[in-house]
Nanobody, 119 residues
Framework: QVQLVESGGGLVQPGGSLRLSCAASGSFVSITAMAWYRQVPGKQRELVAHTTSGGTTNYVDGVKGRFTISTDNAKSTVYLQMNSLKPEDTAVYYC?????????????WGQGTQVTVSS
């Protein structure tokens, strides 16, 4: 059974930094892409950053230049380095992975981690 386990959320002051981690565990062939989403109550979950196994990265406009997505393939882990945090970054952050098992690809979600930016 494949699982994505997140860590690194918490409370931080405006202008501060946090690094989120998401580790994939279980039996799988490969990971083709990983991403971070976030969601606030009453709103749809939105894509924050995305990266592929080929090294392509994409960011939502509001985090460009502040957030960086990266991976450690040996550890099957994706990170989200968040700098210059703003109160509007407050949300539950979810990790997502496109993971190949056998000959098929499946989408998996992490359990979510709360990020609160407040003074």
């Amino acid at each position: 059974q494949v699982q994505l386990v997140e860590s690194g959320g918490g409370l931080v002051q405006p202008g501060g930094s946090l690094r989120l981690s998401c580790a994939a565990s279980g039996s799988f062939v490969s990971i083709t892409a990983m991403a971070w989403y976030r969601q606030v109550p009453g709103k749809q979950r939105e894509l924050v950053a995305h990266t592929t196994s080929g090294g392509t990265t994409n960011y939502v406009d509001g985090v460009k230049g502040r957030f960086t997505i990266s991976t450690d393939n040996a550890k099957s882990t994706v990170y989200l380095q968040m700098n210059s945090l703003k109160p509007e970054d407050t949300a539950v952050y979810y990790c997502y992975g496109d993971i190949v098992i056998g000959r098929l690809q499946y989408g998996y979600w992490g359990q979510g981690t709360q990020v609160t930016v407040s003074s």
